[in-house]
């Protein structure tokens, strides 16, 4: 149960911290970008299913999310292959509270747990209109943009040091 007074990011262990999760990518990408439901929520968001999510609480309110995985299925650039890769996704700040500095908290926390469990490597698709962001995190982009739910896109990565 959370309370009226948490305030950080945590790993979503409960079903009730990954609602929470949910509703706010709900807000986000469906609500405010348009993404398509079916889109937004995949295999990976199913019970049991191999992927930590991150839910961020401001005062037991929940106002961020994000989702790191196993990523072997997706393009590197060369030279990569032989990494422990995980991919991040799902990243999401409700809109009333970006630029507070909860975006940053997300990726600190996502970035902490992939050294625990030893991922090498990170790749994103990022939005385009928010590849600062990550490249501010040392995030490089790579190859074309794309599309993705009929948003622009770019594929970044980042190679992690001090793995766990």
């Known amino acids: 149960m959370v309370t009226a007074d948490r305030t950080g990011v945590f790993v979503a262990d409960t079903d009730g911290e990954r609602d929470d999760a949910f509703t706010v990518r709900q807000s986000v990408f469906v609500d405010e970008q348009g993404v398509d439901q079916d889109l937004e929520y995949d295999e990976y968001d199913e019970p049991g299913a191999d992927a930590t999510h991150f839910v961020a609480y401001a005062e037991g309110e929940p106002i961020g999310a994000a989702r790191l995985r ?25 809109a009333d509270r970006r630029g507070n500095g909860w975006g940053r908290r997300l990726m600190d926390a996502v970035e902490t747990h992939a050294r625990e469990v030893r991922f090498d490597l990170l790749t994103l698709h990022a939005q385009t209109h928010v590849r600062g962001f990550y490249e501010r995190f040392g995030y490089e982009a790579h190859g074309e943009e794309f599309e993705e739910a009929g948003i622009p896109h ?7 040091d001090g793995g766990g």
């Not at 990494?83 to 996704?89: A, L, P, W, Y």
């Not at 770019?154 to 992690?160: D, H």
């Open 154 to 160: 770019v594929a970044m990565n980042k190679t992690l």
């Open 70 to 94: 196993s990523a072997s299925d997706v393009d590197l650039p060369p030279g990569s292959s032989d990494r422990s890769v995980g991919k991040v996704e799902r990243v999401a700040v409700a």
